[in-house]
């Protein structure tokens, strides 16, 4: 039945390409003061996703675009501040695109993950865009690369292997992950339950921070963290890339290869990603069985039209994580480093297919994303058979139609609807067998006016959750549940850009979030938290109050942004262990266990977010940030449990002109984490402030037109002995009579890398 929906809403919407026109788009980019042509630059139209480059005279050609419409077009050159304009397809003059030599070259971006696709300046949602090269270092994997890259980013870790993202002290099913135009679903209630995805594949990385639930539903009251993949080159061009990297502290090594092409707009792309690595090592020593290994394979073939586009993503997503042994809790460390797995560890498996459509309807869009996810989470306590074996398959469908925009108004409606079932495939249960189901749909305006942008949105959410009940030996295991959560959202922006150097935006709106089945009907042990989980049936929706305001700023030799936040959440769920409960559970090796019950309270969140660059001289950058998040349980009196510590950030780079290399830098930085002591003391342990040194060098090697970036990066330079105020591995954080961890963050680490973008046609 689901097939035949999918089919029917397909037949209904193919006819559009029947009547598609097609215009032509030319221009040239050339550089503002010589006016001498820009040879190589980057043009994107990314709601229709096509790029090509200009040729040896500086001028590019779109030749294959919808006749009417208005488009945004980003121009982006290596050295050059980046120029986005608004195209009207309907009278498609050749344009000139003059680009300003300037040593900050991404402060404006166009940013596709919100509701309409826009310059960052005039779009009122605080985000973030992190670049592929900005990915590559020291970084395990993607969402480490963006803790530590962006304000008011952090992550839930146990150990390298695996990182849980946290926007603003929200985490958990509190942030959506965007893949391929689908929201990953990979059983994200789980503190040891990281995504499944491929660090080498986005192209770019959006963060935004702050509720994003008017699109994405009800698990955006955090954010959002938006991969988009790279787009398919020219028509008669291929085009790839490789990159490689070893890193010293765990041996991770990573390799990646990917190959994109596009036949007179027949385009696809296929990409395969090694990644392998022993146990960590803390000053200390080795913390046993602690390794890792992955595996992905994705691909995507398609059709880039005048009608639009439509492309067929697929992927398939394997991971190996080792987990510590409580039998050995003598020896927390160990001189032992193999790669290979001991038990206990987990298997995770993800596939997944996307349909990905863009219906060009006269002057407007109808934007189609259909997915199925099929996430296999096997947990393996003492042999290849599961204990734990949790399956979930996922349909998901999400419109947006985009209306023509008349006098500066850009209206979107919006609908969405996804249907989850979860089984249980092995002898242990720790949450019940569920079917969950939601629908939503959304409206959406903007209207620019001058120098002013104002937003506004509503949204209407309906879900229920269904989990089956069950009898083990005659006592009932789960007693099963059935919910019914329906709400009305709504969002207001704005902003102003005052001029070329300075603008402002702000946001305010409600949102909300559903209990996940997990939080409803847990009932068992769950063996990668050592703890026994308790859910809750009678659980409320949390109800999310928030407002930000941002002030951006930039120009030759000062750039940044500063911000502040306040969330206020009625019904906040989350776990805890009071009056230190225990429960005996024979069966199992550690016996005792800690018992974490569901429960919901009022809290508040509050704080701010800054960045701040200084260019003394062009080749001198000294790059600083700053987040600190407040987080208060009203209903206790008493701060809300496992929020991240505040955090400064100092970085002097330095890229001078050195013959016979190109783009040459060389960095040293110190990241300042504060003292946590504001926890949520019946079951959690403060962490002390610490200071991390970082450094690295790197340059890119032109062999002819061939470009080949080497680089070498260093984190924790001084083998720092410390605990993150989220590390799942710090003291106190997992407990029983006969377990009480304290597994210092890794020491030193020295990466190793290459990344190398081709040509082959």
Known sequence: MKMKFLGSLLLFILPVYIYAAVAAFTGKVTDVKTNEPIIGATITIPQLKISTTTNASGEFTFGTLPARGRYVVEVSYVGYQTSIKTVDLSNPASLTFTLTPSIIEAREVVVTGTVVASNSKNN?????????????????????????????????????????????????????????????????????????????????????????????????????????????????????EVLSNYSTNNGLTGSSLMLTGNENGFVWRGRGSYQNAYSFKTPAGYFPNSGFNNTNLSGMVGLNKSWGYSHLNFSYYKNNIGFFDPETVNDLYTTEHSRTLDYPRQDIRHYKVALNNNFVIGEGSLKVDLGYQKNQRRELEDSADPSLFFDLNTYSLDTKYSLPARNGWEPVIGLSGSIGHSVNKAEEKLIPEYNAYAAGIFGFVKKTYGANTVSAGVRYDYIQNKGKQLFEEGAERFPGFKNNFSSVSGALGYTHVFNEYVNFKAN??????????????????????????????????????????????????????????????????????????????????????????????????????????????????????????????????????????????????????????????????????????????????????????????????????????????????TNKRYYDALSRLKPGRISQDNLNLGVYNPGRNITFGFYMPFNLK
């Open 508 to 717: 305010a709106g409600s949102a909300f979030r559903a209990p996940n089945p997990a939080e409803l009907g847990s009932n068992g042990v769950h063996e990668g938290t050592f703890r026994y989980e308790v859910g809750n049936g009678n659980l409320k929706p949390e109800r999310s109050y928030q407002a930000d305001a941002t002030l951006e700023f930039g120009n030759g030799i000062l750039t940044g942004s500063v911000g502040v936040f306040e969330n206020y959440i009625h019904n906040y769920i989350y776990a805890s262990n009071t009056n230190n409960e225990t429960i005996v559970v024979p069966t199992e090796d550690l016996g005792t266990y800690p018992v974490y019950r569901y429960g919901q309270v009022n809290a508040n969140l509050y704080g701010a977010e800054a960045s701040l660059t200084l260019h003394p001289v062009s080749f001198i950058h000294f790059q600083n940030t700053f987040a600190y998040t407040h987080a208060q349980n009203n209903t206790f009196d008493r701060p809300l449990s496992f929020i991240p510590a505040g955090t400064l950030r100092n970085t002097l780079r330095f890229e001078p002109k050195v013959k016979g290399l190109h783009e040459f830098y060389f960095y040293a930085g110190v990241d300042n984490y504060f003292k946590q002591n504001r926890i949520d003391a019946t079951f959690e342990t403060p962490t002390d402030s610490y200071t991390l040194l970082n450094a690295g060098i790197g340059t890119t090697i032109k062999l002819g037109a061939q470009r080949f970036k080497v680089y070498v990066s260093g984190a924790n330079l």
């Open 124 to 240: 009122s949602t605080s985000a973030a865009v992190v670049s592929k090269e900005d990915l590559q270092g020291s970084y395990t994997n993607l969402i480490d690369a963006l803790a530590k890259q962006v304000p008011g980013v952090s992550q839930i870790t146990t150990g390298p292997g695996i990182s849980k993202p946290v926007i603003r002290g929200l985490g958990y099913n509190r942030v959506v992950t965007l893949s391929d135009g689908v929201k990953q679903q990979g059983q994200q209630w789980g503190d040891e339950h990281g995504i499944e995805l491929d660090q080498y594949q986005a192209d770019k990385v959006e963060v935004l921070r702050g509720a994003a639930s008017l699109q994405y539903g009800s698990d955006a009251i955090g954010g959002v963290i938006n991969l988009v993949e790279p787009l398919a080159p020219a028509p008669g061009k291929i085009r790839g």
